[in-house]
């Protein structure tokens, strides 16, 4: 089994861990991993911010680097969403290559709905002693409906318990430029999430979207000092027991 | 161009897509249940909203229940539909002392019924159908039956006959709209009284209609 | 409608810090849902009844100019006048007029939005015609001169003194309460004789059915049945979308409305008016017009994209569920419409030039789509008016120094993205920049840029190798030493 990683660019950049995590993870389920190099992000701050012929030029840099891969597996939902849903209808004006999208559309995966849906495997072998939580990104539940299947992993780990996170489908407050362009509505959400995380008496705040985690991590930091969030396949990754 | 006109020529020539096909009209489980079902659901609902449904199994019962619901709420002074509602004797009622009852066809004209209908301490209706799902009245409204009767008192005692109880909205409504020719000005479907929650969420009974709604349901 | 979005963010600071206004967002958002999960949950199936309320609006919007003939006939054989308005200054000059042809001092209003869209109110009071909202919440928003700070529930917000001081000044009410039984109550005697003497009443419309030409009015509070009853005239103004094909739509409809509105099976009172008073009726309207209003409604419905806003039903769902608007209230949005279903709206309607927060101050986070019952995607509507700006903005002869540098960076970026190596460079040219603001491995603030992340949270020091750069250094897959594929594309 063969899967070509597409590692987004928040990842890549800030949080390169999370790859290297996420091709642990395959290897052990003994995926063949392969890395575009001449890969970059995805384009969706572009698309977002409405620079769309900006955008279109980033896709089809896209579609050029992973058209030809069977499958394509990635450790980031919002970038999946603009892979899959967002990409068609970019290029919906040139045939070729609105077929080329719809094409790898169907071949694009989040990490844990790879693991769980194509592998059908829920335990990586990991172990760990404490409460975890989850919260439910946007774009990883509302975009791609994947809620399960993390959960499933979670599940699959010794020794965790999982408790409840009150809101746990509530935007974080991330939302790419958003945080940036209106602060202070963000800083009510992501403080929202992070007191409902604090309440939830979770040791660690477990998650699939790099974005998120860029937010939520960062306003732990600054006022929560001592409460970890994690990307999941890190989570899987750092406690999975050594052989 | 008048505007008609010119909104229709718009909406017109904007581009046309296909109509999609429907997908299959939700199950509505109501339509299962028998009579008793009914009657209890529809209780029960119209309860949930502060309503009280009196079963009476005649029209004798029926006056005998008015008469109590008269006197627990000190009502005095009344409009109703009819003298005979369902085969209640309204106009009984009057005979009480201190009671003062008109009737529908004493007003012949808005200012007279207004008057009336913004004066009298209870209105008391027919109606035409009640919904067990949500405890609903369903009423048509014409010259046999002003819509102020209803809304303007503080309080609403309707009487109704249970062979006029359906499980849902559908039933009643393809009744009274099936002719085009032959609907009501206004039908309307009444639920418990009128209520707010406009002020801090705070819900209360009566804000501009009856506080009080009563049926009376005639089981014969 | 006064649009005053431009000031989005400068009131949503104040919302934010106003202690009532937060009190009652967290109801609202913890509230509703619940609310409304209780009301869906009567349905057998709860997603048949979602995808059938939103294959009815599909069809409508889809059939719309038919529906709207087909109404009117109807509706005119009924016997009501129905008139058609361009824009809000001919709906405003057909109520005044028919207003004065009857002599009318003064009108009362059931609760509508679309006559808050059109600054009906404003229009009839400078022309001598004094108007009295009915609704409670609407009585609120009049007295205290506010915008609505939700869509159902206008006024929820206020502070119980503050309605005390202002149904004072009024003389709704002879002494101060803060109990909202007793100021509900004030204003039901404040109006209970205006309704008894009232000569020309005004509603909105909830549904128009094409097949039988007649009105629906969705309600708890029995003004509007009291406007519909008691008058001589009654006005009925309906914006062109909320028709509905025939009775068995409207029932289905009326359904999700209520559920998704208030969370209700059903409300106090729906009444559905055929025509006015027949001649031996004693009460109900000698004459009933319907207005049909237009108002940007046909523009917006010539774009196959933008036409989807037409769907709405205005149960306000959206607001209730939206993280933006549950921070924030309906002030920032600075018109008639709040929320996402204003953020999709209000834009059409007072242009894009000036109301760009309201649909930029979203994280698109689909909430707003998930629960429509009408189905609108609003995330994706608001994707299409970004690209709409950006594309005004570099039309020629329209480029301003900051459109253009703003484009030139975006062009930048997608350069970047499209060439690994310069994405590498560019990256390994940042790097430095943004550590050297680091301590203990966090960035707290940068001097310029993206300085809004700096508010309330720090930004990891960037990691010394990208993961790109990682890559080759990664062990091999334990199980097939050798193996090659992991490397074969580097």
Known sequence: MKVSLFIPCTVDIMMPEIGVDTNTLLSNLGVQTLYHKEQTCCGQPLFNAGYRDHAKRVAKHFIEVFGEDDCVVSPAGSCVCMVKYHYPELLENEPIWQKRALDLAGRIYELSQYIVDVLKVTNLGATFAGKVTYHESCHILRGLNISAQPKKLIAGVEGTQFVELESSTACCGFGGEFAVAYPEISEAMVREKAANFVKSGADVLLLCEPGCLLNISGYLHRNHTGKTALHLASFLAQNIKKV | ?220 | MHPHANKFMETARKELKNEQSQMFLLMVSLGAPILRQIGMSTFADIAAAEAYSRAIRADVITRLPELLEAFEKNAVSNGAKVLWAKDAAEANHIILDIANQRGVSYVMKGKSMITEEIGLNDHLIKNGVDVFETDLGEVITQNLKLHPFHLVGPAINVPPSEISEAFLKKGIIDEASTDPVKLGGGARKYLRDKFRNLQMGIVGVNMGVAETGTIINVENEGNIRLIKSSPKTLVAIMSLEKVVPNMADAVSMIRMLTRNCTGQKITSYVSMDSGPQKCDEQDGPEELFIIILDNGRSEIYSDLKTREILKCIRCGACLNTCPVYTKIGGYPYGATYCGPIGQTLTPMLAGMENTSDLYRACTLCGMCKQICPAGIDHPSLLLSYRARQIELKNQKGKKTMQSRGENAIAGLIALGMSHGWLWSLGINLTRPLMNSMAKDGYIGNIPMGAQGWFVCRDLRAIPKKTFHETWDDLPSRPESSGNTSKKEDS
């Open chain 2, 1 to 220: 161009m008048d505007a008609r006109q010119a909104i229709l020529e718009k909406l017109k020539s904007a581009m046309r897509v296909e109509s999609i096909k429907r997908p299959p009209k939700p199950v509505l489980s109501e339509l299962s249940m028998n009579r008793e079902q009914m009657v209890q659901r529809f209780g029960q609902e119209l309860g949930g909203r502060t309503g009280v449904l009196y079963q009476a199994a005649n029209p004798q019962a029926a006056l005998r229940v008015l008469s109590d619901i008269i006197k627990a709420e000190g009502l005095k002074s009344f409009v109703a539909t009819a003298q005979d509602i369902c085969g209640v004797d309204i106009a009984s009622l009057g005979e009480a002392d201190g009671i003062s009852v008109s009737f529908a066809k004493d007003f012949t004209d808005r200012e007279t019924l207004r008057e009336a209908a913004f004066k009298a301490d209870a209105g008391i209706t027919s109606a035409d159908f009640a919904v067990a799902e949500t405890g609903t009245l369903g009423v048509i409204f014409n010259h046999n039956h002003p819509r102020l009767l209803s809304i303007a008192p503080p309080v609403h005692i309707a009487i109704v006959d249970v062979k006029d109880l359906y499980p849902v909205y559908e039933n009643v409504v393809e009744t009274v709209f099936k002719n085009t020719n032959e609907m009501p000005s206004q039908f309307s479907f009444i639920t418990g009284p009128s209520a707010t929650s406009d002020i801090q969420g705070v819900e209360f009974k009566g804000m501009h209609g009856p506080k009080k709604v009563f049926v009376i349901m005639i089981m014969s």
